[in-house]
Every structure is written in C-alpha cells, then in structure tokens.
C-alpha cells in the first residue's frame, strides 16, 4: 500500500486497540490514546526503511535517504544468505528483512527499552521521528507542498508539549506497567504499526514475507497474502476509495468507543 494507507491503517489499529482496552476494564487515558495513534500512523511507514523511493526515505532529508540504502543493502544481503532454493532471485531488499514478524518485534522492543533507559530524551526522540512520519503519512498533500524545515518543527513541538501531557499525573505514563515502568508501553504502537504496514501490504499483488524465517512450500521468504483474486495494486482504486475511506470509519468508531462515547 501507499503511505497514506499505512498511516491511516496503524492510526486505526490504535484506536481499535484502545477500544478493547476499554471493553476489557483497562482504558487508556486520552494522552495514550492519541499519542499511541500518532506513534502508529508513524511506524506503520517505517518498514519501508528499505526503499529509497518511500515516504520514510524523504522525511529526515539525506539522513533517512542514506539510512534506506544502508538498510536495503543489509536486508537483501540477508535475503541472500538465508533464501531457499524455491525462493526467487532478487536484486534488492524492499519487502524482506523489515517487512516480517521479527523486525516488528525487535523495533518494538528496542523502542520500549529505549524509552525507559534514556527517560526523558528516549521518549522525545521516539516522539519527534514518529510524530514527523505521522505527518508525512497523514498529511501527505500539505508535507509535500511545506517544506522539510516546517514538518520538523511541527514534530519537535508536538513532540515536546506531547511529552508533557503524558508526564502529568493520571495521564498514562505509566498505563498498563505501572509505576516503576513509565514509558515501557510506548513500543507497543511501535510494534502494531509495523505489524499492520506487513498485513497491508500482504492484501497487496506481491504479498508479504511476514512470516519468516519459517519455511513455508519449500520457501523461507513466502509472500504471506490472500487468494490472488482478492489482491490489489499499491494505489489503485481499492486502496483509494474503499481501504482508506474504511480505515477511517473504523478509526472514527474505535476512538469513541475508547473514550466511552458508545
């Protein structure tokens, strides 16, 4: 899928998240609520890390630029080293290494130790990159017409003030860990948002490798998907008028049952 659709995909599975949250007795205060959105629209573009045309790669200027051919070239020397005769040969690394249930997992946890080692500084920071890409996602028309100086900015700022809401007492610093564990829970929209980009990607024509390194029909870098009749293109039309139009709806829905509207 395109980056609008990731972003409007993992802002969706947030709110869905905090919607069974408040069905199962453990709501999320509002801070949480809205930042774990942002944070989710965000990471659900950062598995493109490994193409130099996506979103991500624009968003921090020549720094991410560099960062995707760092990251393409070390996930297609991984794709190499670990393919299996049925797997097909490849030139690149988009749609390996970091599009799987591995790198969701290891990104969420090193998001969530990061947050907790470095305190204040590690949440800023995780704030700020994801904050910039939730911009870049769901407000793609206006990022592309601004120019980079502005997105960064408004990422700072909504970063630090963000920051300084969830350190007031009660406002879930400390949800679902408790005390002693502030912050420990901001890898989990992490985590979702990469999750969600795999599984959208996965309804798409080329399908996903989300599930390796497991072998599946003899290949270790089987593309996880639905029956090829139920697939789509990147863009076209289902994508447009259809997923996206959903996403929000269910987003819409998930919000207010999180906040006990409905």
Known sequence: MMGPAHSLSGAAAWLGVGAAAAAAGHPMPWPVLVVGALICAGAALAPDLDHKSATISRAFGPLSKGLCEVVDKISYAVYKATRAPKDARRSGGHRTLTHTWLWAVLIGAGSSVLAVT??????????FVHLVLAVEGLLWRAARMSSDVLVWLLGA???WILAGVLDEPGNGADWLFGPGQEYLWLGLPILLGALVHDIGDALTVSGCPILWPLPIKGKRWY??????????????WVELKVLMPAFMLLGGVGGASALGFI
Request: proline letters at 11%; zero cysteines; glycine letters at 18%.
């Open 118 to 127: 470095a305190d204040r500084w590690g949440v800023l920071a995780l704030l």
């Open 157 to 159: 700022t909504g970063a």
């Open 223 to 236: 593309p996880v998907g639905p029956p090829k009749g139920m697939r789509f293109r990147a863009g076209s």
